[in-house]
């Protein structure tokens, strides 16, 4: 195992992975040994490259590398790492033109010839499963999503400037920043049935983690409140087991905290105007779920390679 950051040394990774100020104190052992991050006994070597194509991977047998900086997010910057002698690079966001995948959702169209992928966004990750339950039994004819998302290290803690999407720029904890995302068009490139038939939009909120998607659609196929909630228990309890949750109880943002769920439906928070259209509400720990489900794909990636 091997891991590169430019920017800190290994003693500050040990305080950064012992101390968090969200999910709490790590629960396992983690020191700093010349050169190498321990954690629970495992050793990792550390590198500080800022150029990915100067990182030897090769030199720790590192196969499968997470690109997680958020700026090699495109194939051709994303395949520097294969020259470090990396086998598959996995971006932990959206790519312009990598392949996206979505546990529960669209695992089976990998193939071994994809150098580098994409494991979509959090939102991304909480809506798809959910679409697809709803698609796959009542027929998506068109929707709007909004997720309400917690704050991200991208905003501002104070106002200040920010380029060319000014609302972005204000003070994170002090408001509600409408903002744009491309969770809901990226469904359609995992589930291509819903390709152009979903959209939707974002609001930055002050709470430090924990998101909540609202999807909003009208359905081919008439289908009471009840009914949907049956269908979303049942692929929960059953094929998306792990992935795609079910709450009935009276929750809130912060009952989610470090749950390893891509998406929570909450039954109680929904609503129906008529049995074609409805308002659906799935909650995810837009860090801990996702995190979860970039492992898990590089697990099923290593089934197939």
Same mark, same amino acid.
């Given at each position: 195992?091997?891991?590169?950051?430019?920017?800190?040394?290994? #003693?500050?990774?040990?305080?950064?992975?012992?101390?968090?100020?969200?999910?709490?104190?790590?629960?396992?052992?983690?020191?700093? $040994?010349?050169?190498?991050?321990?954690?629970?006994?495992?050793?990792?070597?550390?590198?500080?490259?800022?150029?990915?194509? !100067?990182?030897?991977?090769?030199?720790? @047998?590192?196969?499968?590398?997470?690109?997680?900086?958020?700026?090699?997010?495109?194939?051709?910057?994303?395949?520097?790492?294969?020259?470090? =002698?990396?086998?598959?690079?996995?971006?932990?966001?959206?790519?312009?033109?990598?392949?996206?995948?979505?546990?529960?959702?669209?695992? $089976?169209?990998?193939?071994?010839?994809?150098?580098?992928?994409?494991?979509?966004?959090?939102?991304? !990750?909480?809506?798809?499963?959910?679409?697809?339950?709803? !698609?796959? !039994?009542?027929?998506?004819?068109?929707?709007? /999503?909004?997720? *309400?998302?917690?704050?991200?290290?991208?905003? &501002?803690?104070?106002?200040?400037?920010?380029? &060319?999407?000014?609302?972005?720029?204000? @003070?994170?904890?002090?408001?509600?920043?409408?903002?744009?995302?491309?969770?809901?068009?990226?469904? =359609?490139?995992?589930?291509?049935?819903?390709? =152009?038939?979903?959209? @939707?939009?974002?609001?930055?909120?002050?709470?430090?983690?924990?998101?909540?998607?609202?999807?909003?659609?009208?359905?081919?196929?008439?289908?009471?409140?009840?009914?949907?909630?049956?269908? *979303?228990?049942?692929?929960?309890? =059953?094929?998306?087991? @792990?992935?795609?949750?079910?709450?009935?109880? $009276?929750?809130?943002?912060?009952?989610?905290?470090? #749950?390893?769920?891509?998406?929570?439906?909450?039954?109680?928070?929904?609503?129906?105007?008529? #049995?074609?259209? *409805?308002?659906?509400?799935?909650?995810?720990?837009?860090?801990?779920?996702?995190?979860?489900?970039?492992?898990?794909?590089?697990?099923? /990636?290593?089934?197939?390679?």
């Amino acid at each position: 195992m091997q891991v590169n950051d430019p920017f800190i040394d290994v #003693d500050y990774m040990v305080y950064l992975f012992k101390f968090d100020s969200t999910h709490g104190r790590f629960k396992g052992t983690v020191t700093a $040994e010349a050169g190498f991050l321990v954690v629970n006994g495992q050793k990792i070597k550390v590198f500080s490259e800022r150029d990915p194509a !100067n990182i030897n991977w090769a030199s720790a @047998g590192a196969e499968y590398i997470v690109e997680s900086t958020g700026v090699f997010t495109t194939i051709d910057k994303a395949s520097v790492h294969l020259k470090g =002698g990396a086998k598959k690079v996995i971006i932990s966001a959206p790519s312009a033109d990598a392949p996206m995948f979505v546990c529960g959702v669209n695992l $089976e169209a990998y193939s071994p010839d994809m150098k580098v992928v994409s494991n979509a966004s959090c939102t991304t !990750n909480c809506l798809a499963p959910l679409a697809k339950v709803i !698609n796959d !039994n009542f027929e998506i004819v068109e929707g709007l /999503m909004t997720t *309400v998302h917690a704050t991200t290290a991208t905003q &501002k803690t104070v106002d200040g400037p920010s380029g &060319k999407l000014w609302r972005d720029g204000r @003070g994170a904890a002090q408001n509600i920043i409408p903002a744009s995302t491309g969770a809901a068009k990226a469904v =359609g490139k995992v589930i291509p049935a819903l390709n =152009g038939k979903l959209t @939707g939009m974002a609001f930055r909120v002050p709470t430090p983690n924990v998101s909540v998607v609202d999807l909003t659609v009208r359905l081919g196929k008439g289908a009471s409140y009840d009914e949907i909630k049956a269908k *979303v228990q049942e692929a929960a309890n =059953g094929p998306l087991k @792990g992935i795609l949750g079910y709450t009935d109880e $009276e929750v809130v943002s912060t009952d989610f905290l470090s #749950d390893t769920h891509s998406s929570v439906f909450d039954a109680k928070a929904g609503i129906s105007l008529n #049995d074609k259209f *409805v308002k659906l509400i799935s909650w995810y720990d837009n860090e801990f779920g996702y995190s979860n489900r970039v492992i898990d794909l590089i697990k099923y /990636m290593q089934t197939k390679d």
